[in-house]
Nanobody, 116 residues
Framework: QVQLVESGGGLVQAGGSLRLSCAAS????????MGWFRQPPRQEREFVAS????????HYADSVKGRFTISRDNVKNTVYLQMNSLKPEDTAVYYC?????????WGQGTQVTVSS
């Protein structure tokens, strides 16, 4: 069982930056692939970024490529999402997720609001 707790959300002006963190419990964190999803207001949840357990591979949604960076620290059991050049359309609840073959575990989410 893995528990995920996101932090780092908040209100930021367009063009600004935020770094989200996701702290994971459990000794097997380093074996899990990790991801970030987001759910904008009145929209469905969408993929943002992912990183394999070995950190050898990352993937990004086209809408965030070149602006967001996902990383992980397997010693601290934490995954990060560095978000730069934020836009109002990045406003959403951001969720951290973990899994070995599918995303089985989800955090409660952290709100990111980007003002224009």
């Amino acid at each position: 069982q893995v528990q995920l707790v996101e932090s780092g959300g908040g209100l930021v002006q367009a063009g600004g930056s935020l770094r989200l963190s996701c702290a994971a419990s459990g000794p097997t964190f380093k074996t899990y692939n990790m991801g970030w999803f987001r759910q904008p207001p009145r929209q469905e949840r969408e993929f943002v970024a992912s990183i394999r357990w070995s950190s050898t591979s990352t993937h990004y949604a086209d809408s965030v490529k070149g602006r967001f960076t996902i990383s992980r620290d397997n010693v601290k059991n934490t995954v990060y999402l560095q978000m730069n050049s934020l836009k109002p359309e990045d406003t959403a609840v951001y969720y951290c997720t973990a899994g070995q073959f599918e995303y089985d575990y989800w955090g409660q989410g952290t709100q990111v609001t980007v003002s224009s």
